[in-house]
């Protein structure tokens, strides 16, 4: 199984949630958001990212 190169994903990552613990586990992040009918913040532009408004609705709204 891969590692996990969660500095990479750092400074990849636009999430503004300085306190999150998943920040840089992307597969935890997805799950999470997934579960919860979302997706993270890296599908979002970084304005529409900074609402915390991470539904399925809204990144088809931002996206079309
Ligand atoms: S997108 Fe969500 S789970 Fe991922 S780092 Fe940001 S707040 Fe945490």
């Known amino acids: ?3 996990c190169n969660s500095s990479k994903n ?3 990552c636009n999430c503004s949630y300085s306190g999150c613990s998943r920040k840089g586990k992307c597969c935890e992040c997805l ?3 997934l579960s919860n009918n979302q997706l ?3 599908a979002f ?3 529409v990212e900074k609402t915390y408004d991470r539904s399925f609705a809204r990144f088809v709204a931002c996206r079309s």
């Open 10 to 12: 750092m400074s990849r």
């Open 1 to 3: 199984m891969a590692e």
């Open 45 to 47: 532009p970084n304005d």
């Open 31 to 33: 799950h999470y958001h």
């Open 40 to 42: 993270p913040a890296c």
